[in-house]
């Protein structure tokens, strides 16, 4: 297509989300479970025909050499297709938080004053080639009241396509526009350019990706982006930590999953408790195949770690790889937070109070833990029920996304003829 | 000064409010409130010298010829200071924001969350040459706990320095940083275009200013904006409206002060009630030298009005200017407001409950009134005590914005060493 077709479709697809938006916005919590229920019935009763559709993505892949990885995301095997069904039934579930209004403040000239909880509008989600996205983010937007606009990557095109016809069967079956849900029929790049820079018709964009794909857009963004880079996050064992608390998190924080973004990658700890805890740390970590890296004291008495560069506290391993460091004060653990952090999430080992309020009131990231591994930084965990990412903007929402943070307040106020003197 | 200097002093003040903001981050409400007093007792006891600044720039503005208008906001008069140093000790007065927690949820395995209220980080204040600004937002940031850098109007250039002296003297004897207000001390334009781009050290820009100033700034800002744009407001005067209630609103809202962005600018009235209600509405404002412009139906009833055009509904006069349109259904009213409205504030009159929830739930703005007039739209008014702006921005803030826009959410979870399984 050429830039300027691509352009008119983006724009048209922008034009279409908005007027189906103002419908959304006021529709019945009973209108967009129906839908969603329909999806989920119809992701059971469609499967042949998905899986044929995924299969033409699978075989471009094999050609084009994808990685098992990829080629594994891409998949829709019958696990996925459940995932995503007991997904669907599950965000259904859950209550709407669209209408909802805060406690009421009667002003002394009788005016009450209230907010109102409202949906953003139109949200535009970016992504790579994993379909499950487009069936997850559309659900959740949807059940926020938005309408969608979704992107997702080349690879899974025709699969994209399929669930985005299903997905638009569901709104119909239940009465709500189809165009509530639009996938981006275009595998050209240009189509992310029009989307990040349609501030007339999109009011937010989510990117799911890596930090590249995320860096990149905002760069060039004009339109909101709801997003989080990376997640450097630390875990720090203070003076007063229980020694067996600290093993069990320090481990939890780095094994329970190398790959995701609340996993730990520098473990600080007082030079005081050090002895204590880090070779025996060290020894279980060793043996979990994680190699080690640390500062001069951490190689004092852990033989294994090689010697930690300036590059080491910088990085987000999303590996089997730590960054150890000994420091002398819970405040050099701040300090050294501060400077390397990413924001994403933190957690110190104490069984003092001061120690943990000081830790939790300094430290600067979205999410401040006290005796608990970062690796519990999800939605799910916290009691959200789902959640679209985790943020590490400080505006709008912090952390964990869930449906909440898919919308906003407006200020309704209601008198009886008073007037402003 | 060349491009790279100011790219220099202006890298060089972000990079100090970032190290400020740290230490105001958690700075005690006593602290934070000493400061605002100070620079009140400072502003009383060097205020000879302050107006001998202030002169300065009014010679050159009158050199210039500017405006009566625009002489007179940029004369510290002995009324003016009064104003800033009543302002500076109520925001003193207020409660901190900061470091309040939201209710703790306890999971089922135990671990507790909660969210703690915390500071933006480092605001921008991007204005013209209003010196109160000055005060008024350097006052707001601080009690918020956010570090502030400030950019008035070249016109105030030696009035915003002096008082950038006082803020930084009064931080001083609060035992605060005294970069964590600064004043950008150079007049040149170029310092706008690197504010708006210092994502590393700047997390959000606050735009006061005309229309064009802030759509400009939009355009090519980098740090997000937490802006309003202008105030297109309704006024719907439904069919089950009181008549004497309808007048009172209608005039109110015009009339208050035809400058403010909450000033009604179109006035729909439903056709069934407009004979009884809009010829005497008409005379009275007109009466106060109004002028009028209506759709044909309005001119059948108000001979006195003008035909209005399609750029009428599209116009935020602010000024003694109304147009008026009579139409069929509240829905008509409603899809009139969301073809046109900026999304400020809009208001019915109405004593039928069905119609003023229909209003408020549908109308997209981010204030929605009913049985009030919409010149309320102002944070005192709303209870929040005082006000940095307005934001018709769907994310984060919308609405009047006070202390708390100013601050973000960061999660805090407290546990007793629970794993992920």
């Known amino acids: 297509m050429k830039d300027q077709d691509i352009a008119n479709l983006v724009n048209l697809l922008g034009q279409q989300a908005r007027k189906a938006s103002r419908i959304l916005m006021v529709a019945s919590d009973q209108a967009k479970a129906h839908a969603l229920r329909s999806m989920a019935t119809q992701l059971e009763s469609r499967k042949t025909w998905l899986q044929d559709e995924n299969a033409k993505d699978l075989e471009t892949a094999r050609r084009n050499q994808l990685s098992p990885a990829l080629l594994d995301r891409l998949t829709l095997s019958d696990k996925a297709l459940q995932t995503m069904i007991t997904g669907l039934r599950q965000i259904a579930d859950m209550p709407d938080p669209v209408g909802s209004q805060t406690a009421t403040v ?206 080491d506290w910088q990085t987000e391993y999303l590996a089997p790889i730590l960054a150890i460091r000994v420091v002398n004060t819970l405040d050099e653990a701040i300090n050294h937070i501060a400077h390397y952090s990413s924001g994403h999430t933190e957690a110190i080992v104490t069984e003092h109070i001061g120690a943990a309020t000081q830790f939790q009131r300094y430290v600067d990231s979205s999410s401040v833990y006290v005796n608990l591994p970062t690796c519990f930084a999800d939605g799910f965990e ?40």
Chains 1, 2 share one sequence.
Not at 106 to 123: K, W
Not at 173 to 196: K, S, W
Not at 233 to 241: P, S
Not at 384 to 408: C, F, K, Q, Y
């Open 106 to 311: 009667t002003r002394p000239n009788g005016m009450r004053v209230s907010q109102m909880r409202v949906p953003l509008g139109v949200i535009g989600i970016i992504y790579e080639s994993r379909p499950n996205v487009t069936i997850d983010a559309a659900a959740l937007c949807l059940k926020s009241g938005n309408a969608t606009i979704l992107r997702g990557g080349s690879e899974a095109f025709h699969s994209n396509r399929a669930l985005g016809q299903i997905i638009q069967a569901g709104l119909k079956e239940a009465g709500l526009p189809e165009q509530a849900v639009q996938v981006v029929d275009t595998t050209d790049r240009a189509a992310v350019g029009c989307l990040i820079t349609l501030t007339d018709y999109i009011d937010v964009i989510i990117p799911r990706g890596g930090k590249g794909l995320i860096t990149r857009l905002a760069a060039e963004a004009k339109v909101p982006l709801l997003k989080h880079l990376d997640g450097n996050c630390h875990v720090y064992i203070d003076r007063a930590a229980d020694p067996d608390k600290a093993h069990d998190i320090a481990v939890n924080a780095k094994t329970y999953r190398y790959g995701v973004c609340g996993a730990m990658e520098t473990l600080l700890v007082h030079e005081d408790i050090a002895p204590a805890v880090l070779p025996r740390i060290a020894n279980t970590l060793t043996s979990k195949g994680v190699e080690l890296r640390g500062c001069d004291k951490t190689r004092a008495l852990v033989p294994q770690a090689s010697a930690a560069t300036e590059e």
């Open 382 to 421: 916290y009691g959200l029920g789902a959640e679209i990412g985790i943020s590490t903007n400080r505006m709008h929402a912090r952390g964990p996304v869930g449906l909440e943070g898919l919308t906003t307040l407006k200020w309704v106020l209601t008198g009886d003829g008073q007037l402003r003197g």
